[in-house]
């Protein structure tokens, strides 16, 4: 269901965490909350789900005010990073939980908890007791259960994150597939780059309780609307330069740029270096072997380094200088920081 | 090996220093007489069993009353002590450290000062020699011990099995229930037990609070301590042992087949 957050505001005691946040996510959508951890992600999770009283604001479900709702009858279900099945129900009896609370009668509750159960790939497991299986294996019947309730708005929080990096691949492709099967409008809550750009429909990035930038994966990564959001995906080189009519310059570098004049910072990333022919010189730092690729540091003739993956393992020795050049397809341009703290 | 010998050792003593005069007290309780340097009494008889049975102080009906009495005691006791432990635990409020300090303060009170001073206050309620007024006087001293249980055993269970219930569409009673009840219950037991012992081993406030009207199995075993015939104060030291041992085995039953009955099988 539409999900619409309008200047929500949580604090603790006199800690301000989200000071005034809006968010709309579509029917059906896919949206992960992408940010650092303490940037409020997960208090903002609860707070939708009536876990934690706001101090302010409005939320919306399917166009209904939901803000001071009691939690139960809400119908937003959340999967928690600790799984937190009850260790006194068997497997079966967890996932029939929900239904149980929904007053379906004791067979029919059984039969469908044992279909969400086989759809996960867990039929075997009924008869278990939560302690007796795998982490993995816990959070498949964690989302199983948040599955059985019919939630009319799934929240994520951080689900696969005490996983190792083999199930969580598995994880995620499950839940990917779920959520393409009951269309189900879900919020993903993660710190993980990959996680939130592989899975979602749409990125929201957070940081410090406010919403940076919202949009598709692709954009989140090539445009990103903040200094921030580029850093977070990592290895950013910022060249300094200077917009004059419109057109931006730094060393021999000129591109047209749509901004007003002043000092700006061009945002560019490793995988837009291109090493062979160019006008522009790149000195071998080191290479690092890691099985399928070779990770190469480069340094520019402005002493910024440059981390390229190259597949195999390139002939390159340290110290030796090679020519190439910067790609540059759409420019992203931020205003210069250091001209602001002066 | 070491630590295990120490530990072996340990618990041999632990079981000497409390069998060894269990199985005196069982001796004594029938032994007819236990002069001085024999090992085992002289000549033994059933009168004291008969005197405890038959005689004038009606057990069926003492016991019925002192177990009913500490079991509503440890109950109570334990409500009172499970809704503070969990307004102290998951919730935030203006005045929260008194309330945690203000559960110790009968502790700081010694019993008899604490129930002459009380007497005053129940003649006034019009509670003074009766069973209410008993089952006060007894819940104010048991009440520390339940909190002190239970505010360490909500602390470790905390709310996030009871939030888990809540969002998957559990009202808050219900998600208690299924949620965290299940985790509390040792905490819960061991707390009524508590509570029960403490309300069935209350001698002076019984008789303070009672008035002597409020008849329980201590309040009766203690004259017979003080009278000097050992082999009845022994007779009665074994009904008061044994017949708090067979609550807590019930107890114990209670438990296992609840939580056997609640995994369904």
């Not at chain 1, 119908?75 to 937190?84: A, E, I, S, Y």
């Not at chain 1, 992203?332 to 703290?341: G, T, Y």
């Not at chain 2, 203006?94 to 309330?99: D, H, I, M, S």
Request: aromatic residues 8%; glycine residues 10%.
């Amino acid at each position: 269901m539409k999900l619409e957050i309008e200047n929500l505001k949580v604090s603790y005691d006199a800690d301000v965490v989200l000071p005034g946040l809006s968010l709309t996510v579509q029917e059906g959508e896919f949206l992960s909350l992408l940010g650092p951890s303490g940037c409020g992600k997960s208090t903002l999770l609860k707070a939708i789900a009536g876990i934690l009283p706001p101090s302010g604001g409005c939320i919306r479900l399917g166009g209904v005010d939901i803000t001071w709702q009691s939690v139960h009858k809400r119908g937003t279900v959340v999967v928690f990073q600790d799984v937190r099945l009850f260790p006194h129900m068997t497997v079966l009896d967890n996932v029939a939980f929900p239904l149980k609370m929904q007053g379906v009668d004791k067979k029919s509750r059984r039969l469908a908890a044992a279909a969400y159960l086989d759809r996960v790939q867990m039929g075997g497991f009924s008869h278990r007791l939560p302690g007796e299986l795998s982490g993995g294996q816990q959070q498949r019947v964690a989302l199983a259960r948040a599955l059985a309730a019919k939630p009319r708005l799934l929240l994520l929080d951080e689900p696969f994150s005490a996983l190792d990096e083999n199930l969580r691949e598995d994880m995620r492709t499950l839940v990917t597939q779920l959520h393409r099967e009951y269309a189900m409008t879900t919020i993903l809550v993660t710190h993980d780059r990959e996680e939130a750009l592989s899975m979602s429909g749409r990125v929201a990035m957070m940081f410090g309780g406010r919403i940076h930038q919202v949009d598709t994966p692709q954009r989140v990564y090539h445009q990103p609307a903040t200094r921030q959001t580029a850093d977070y995906f990592g290895d950013c080189i910022y060249l300094p330069g200077r917009v004059e009519a419109g057109v931006f310059r730094s060393g021999s570098l000129a591109l047209e740029v749509p901004v007003s004049d002043g000092d700006f910072d061009l945002l560019l990333r490793p995988d837009q270096l291109e090493i062979g022919t160019g006008p522009c010189s790149f000195r071998v730092e080191g290479c690092s072997f890691r099985g399928r690729d070779t990770l190469v540091t480069f340094r520019d003739e402005q002493g910024n380094l440059w981390k390229k993956p190259f597949p195999g393992t390139p002939a390159w020795a340290p110290g030796q200088t090679l020519p190439g050049f910067i790609r540059v397809s759409c420019p992203v341009l931020f205003p210069r920081l250091s001209q602001e703290k002066d | 090996m070491k630590g295990n010998f120490l530990f072996k050792f340990l618990l041999a003593l632990v079981l000497l220093l409390i069998l060894v005069p269990a199985g005196q007290i069982l001796l004594w309780s029938v032994a007819e007489r236990w002069p001085w340097p024999g090992l085992l009494p002289e000549s033994y008889s059933l009168r004291t069993v008969k005197e405890l049975l038959f005689g004038s102080a009606k057990l069926p009906g003492l016991l019925g009353s002192s177990i009913t009495l500490a079991l509503t005691v440890g109950v109570l006791g334990t409500v009172v002590g499970l809704l503070t432990a969990r307004a102290t635990q998951l919730y935030d409020f203006p005045g929260k450290e008194l309330v945690s300090f203000g559960a110790f303060l009968p502790l700081l009170v010694p019993g008899t000062v604490f129930a002459m001073g009380i007497q005053i206050t129940l003649i006034r309620l019009g509670l003074s020699d009766t069973v209410a007024g008993v089952v006060l006087v007894h819940l104010i001293a048991a009440i520390p011990y339940c909190i002190t249980i239970l505010t360490d055993v909500t602390r470790a269970v905390g709310s996030s099995l009871e939030q888990q219930a809540m969002v998957l569409g559990a009202s808050p009673l219900r998600a208690f229930l299924h949620g965290s009840l299940p985790s509390l219950m040792p905490g819960i037991l061991s707390s009524v037990s508590m509570g029960f012992i403490l309300s069935y081993s209350q001698y002076f406030t019984t008789l303070m609070a009672g008035g002597g009207r409020v008849k329980t199995l201590a309040l009766v075993l203690v004259p017979y301590i003080q009278s000097g015939d050992r082999a009845l104060a022994s007779i009665y030291c074994v009904a008061f042992v044994g017949s708090a041992l067979l609550v807590f085995f019930l107890f114990e039953g209670i438990l296992h087949t609840v939580s056997e009955r609640s995994r369904g099988k």
